[in-house]
């Protein structure tokens, strides 16, 4: 009898986990479709940008379906997430050429920007004769920093666009006196919103090219007022004229901004000399009268120091850029992660990352998001050190919950294995995200955690809808239903 009542039960147990098992597989189905189904808000956008972040090689067939989608942001996604998983992480021209034009340029400007281009598919589509006058300037400005030859002939024949933005950036490219002062009397002539939005194109291309040849275009924009300029606009010239030929844009600078400058011009000038790379000198700082006790600005200026050659860079020149994205102020502290990201030495940035990886008591919104972004960097130049801080942190503490919301946010193949290693006690919000990290991973998972992922994918761990749908991804995958995972999507 005994014996009969414990098989009862045990068929009982069985037939529950499979009709658990049934419905997870429903919602996570319904997740997934609902997720990558285009939504007025974009979500579906931040949903595919997740999907694409796991780096999932499974995920080939997800993104080949979506390279025709309707909407072209995603087949921006699409192209993207198949090339970042491609053998050697470059694009593919054939896909290139198959999507619509405005997903070719932001595709194409990406792409370049991500590193995902080699010489040869650079090439390949420059000499496709339909590709538009945008990418290809793009494509010649890269092929010319790589192989430090101009085609003459193609960036000719860009001068006579009618778009001024690419006009203007190729005729500057090409370096003729001639094409440069007739696409300068066409931007002249623009309306203002077209001068406008050319004029800001041309000036990000020469500062995210370091066109240093175009000092004089620039220079005559400033002194002899070859095009009408708003303050803003202004700016933006003296900012690229600072990134491009510093020597040249001093004295241009000290003459931008009254004797007696407010402290919004004191901010906005000296946060201008650090993001052109330049270490403020005393005379700049005399001049913006600028009291380096200030908590703000003189915190700002001491900041400065990093732009100097990292050989010269001290502890207390770090320990200040530090101080400086504590004080809350937005655009220093962007200034300051970029500064540490592309210049400081890797012991330099792994100092500054650790610091701010740790939260400090009572600390508000923008110093949270600051060590969400630090630990993502600390992951990638310093593992050793990450492992440290995130072994450090109490469980489910507010400190455990955003170095796990920084290591979601990162593909580094270490991270799976630092999260087996954390305690788990149920399904807590740094529970829910220590187990999707582990369903990132190849090992099979216990019974009792596969019924967890499915809870998460179904919605029940109070996740952001991203997260959602990566837990929805992971759990079809490993029931062996990638399938119909990929069949549940909306292809449109």
Not at 356 to 378: D, Y
Not at 384 to 396: H, K, P, R, V
Request: include cysteine; aromatic fraction near 6%.
């Amino acid at each position: 009898m005994r014996c009969t009542v414990a098989i009862l039960v045990s068929i009982l147990c069985t037939q529950a986990f499979a009709s658990n098992d049934s419905d997870h597989t429903e919602a996570a189905l319904r997740q997934l479709h609902r997720a990558t189904t285009t939504q007025p808000d974009g979500q579906h956008l931040l949903n595919l940008s997740a999907l694409r972040a796991l780096k999932d090689p499974d995920l080939r067939p997800f993104f080949n379906q979506f390279s025709q989608h309707t909407d072209w942001h995603v087949q921006v996604h699409a192209v993207l997430g198949i090339a970042e998983l491609s053998n050697d992480h470059t694009i593919d021209p054939w896909l290139v050429q198959q999507i619509s034009p405005t997903a070719r340029e932001h595709v194409i400007a990406q792409a370049l920007d991500d590193g995902l281009f080699q010489q040869k598919q650079i090439e390949i589509l420059l000499q496709w004769p339909p590709l538009e006058t945008a990418p290809r300037l793009l494509l010649l400005a890269d092929l010319q920093l790589l192989q430090g030859t101009k085609n003459e002939a193609m960036l000719k024949e860009l001068t006579n666009n009618t778009d001024l933005s690419v006009a203007m950036f190729a005729a500057l490219l090409l370096g003729d006196p001639t094409a440069i002062q007739t696409t300068t009397q066409s931007l002249r002539r623009a309306t203002n919103a077209d001068k406008s939005v050319a004029l800001a194109r041309t000036l990000q291309l020469v500062r995210q090219y370091k066109l240093k040849d175009a000092s004089p275009w620039l220079q005559s924009l400033l002194e002899e007022n070859a095009v009408a300029l708003s303050e803003d606009e202004r700016y933006w010239v003296l900012y690229s004229m600072l990134s491009v030929d510093p020597l040249v844009g001093e004295a241009y600078w000290s003459r931008a901004f009254p004797e007696e400058p407010t402290r919004r011009n004191q901010a906005k000038y000296l946060l201008l000399l650090l993001e052109a790379g330049l270490t403020p000198s005393d005379e700049q700082i005399t001049r913006l009268h600028i009291d380096l006790e200030d908590p703000l600005l003189g915190l700002m200026a001491r900041a400065g120091r990093v732009n100097r050659p990292t050989s010269i860079v001290t502890t207390s020149d770090v320990t200040s850029l530090i101080k400086l994205v504590s004080k809350g102020h937005r655009g220093s502290a962007e200034w300051a992660f970029r500064v540490a990201k592309n210049h400081l030495s890797d012991s330099q940035a792994e100092r500054f990352y650790m610091a701010l990886s740790v939260i400090p008591e009572k600390a508000n919104a923008m110093r949270k998001a600051a060590a969400i972004k630090a630990f993502v960097q600390l992951i990638d130049v310093a593992p050793a050190s990450a492992w440290n801080i995130l072994e450090q942190a109490d469980d489910n503490s507010e400190q455990q919950k955003h170095l796990l919301l920084a290591m979601l946010q990162n593909p580094n193949k270490d991270i799976v294995e630092q999260a087996t290693k954390l305690r788990r006690n149920g399904l807590n919000k740094a529970d829910v995200m220590t187990l999707l990290l582990i369903a990132r991973g190849s090992s099979p998972l216990p019974d009792i955690d596969e019924e967890y992922l499915g809870i998460i994918a179904a919605g029940g761990g109070h996740l952001s809808q991203s997260l959602e749908t990566q837990a929805a991804w992971l759990y079809l995958k490993r029931m062996g239903l990638a399938d119909r995972a990929l069949a549940a999507v909306s292809p449109e």
